[in-house]
């Protein structure tokens, strides 16, 4: 643990480190599929914060706040499985905080490709107001994302990045639910 300490510190003794935050808008596609609802495909506009630390240009860490806000669905919901199906109206939200680790290459001083991966505590929740329904979930994933970097100035830099997200819940029905963004977002370096 001290020796990663140490290369942690030396690392981060250069020009090129220190903390930045940023801020994305994105366009969110979202699927869920369960034992009781049928393949459900939504698309939502998303917002995403984050704070990181750049030890260097090619290595960072990030923490972020994900969140889809509530947006409705048309649900094709069985009352078990195997039965028929009845289309209803339901609200969705999933939030999504996650720690994940960011490598760059650069190819000018003003541009550069990333890729991350990361570690995320997801939450999920679900109301079929028509029918009295609700449910929540959480759970620990997996995300992973890759994007370009235009570096305006010192202190801003402009970036797209596209991020997956897919997760099953651990609870009595088998859901699968998947988010894919791709989003604009602006880093600032205090």
Same mark, same amino acid.
């Given at each position: ?11 981060? *003794?250069? #020009? ?11 366009? %969110?596609? $979202?699927?869920? =599929? ?10 939502? %506009?998303? =917002?995403? $914060?984050?704070? &990181?630390?750049?030890?260097? @240009?090619? $290595? #960072?860490?990030?923490? #972020?706040?994900?969140? %889809? ?9 069985? #009352?078990? @499985? ?46 079929? %107001? ?8 959480? &759970? ?17 830099? $402009?970036? /797209? ?8 819940? &651990? *609870?009595? /029905? ?10 604009? &977002? ?5």
């Amino acid at each position: 643990m001290k020796r990663i300490f140490l290369i942690l510190l030396v690392a981060s *003794s250069n #020009s090129y480190s220190g903390g930045y935050f940023g801020f994305e808008l994105g366009h %969110t596609k $979202f699927r869920y =599929n369960s034992d009781y609802i049928a393949d459900i495909k939504e698309d939502k %506009t998303s =917002n995403r $914060f984050l704070a &990181g630390y750049a030890f260097d @240009p090619y $290595f #960072s860490i990030e923490a #972020s706040y994900f969140d %889809t806000q509530n947006f409705n669905a048309d649900i094709d919901l069985r #009352s078990s @499985p195997g039965d028929p199906l009845a289309p209803i109206k339901g609200n969705f939200r999933v939030k999504n905080k996650a720690l994940a680790f960011r490598g760059s290459y650069p190819f000018t001083q003003k541009i550069s490709a990333f890729a991350s991966l990361g570690i995320s505590r997801w939450d999920m929740s679900m109301d079929i %107001t028509d029918y009295g329904l609700s449910d929540s979930d959480n &759970g620990i994933t997996y995300p992973v994302g890759i994007g370009a970097e235009l570096k305006y100035d010192k202190l801003t830099a $402009f970036y /797209v990045a596209a991020r997956y997200l897919d997760f099953e819940t &651990g *609870s009595a /029905v088998s859901r699968d639910i998947s988010l894919s963004t791709i989003s604009i &977002g602006i880093k600032l370096t205090p």
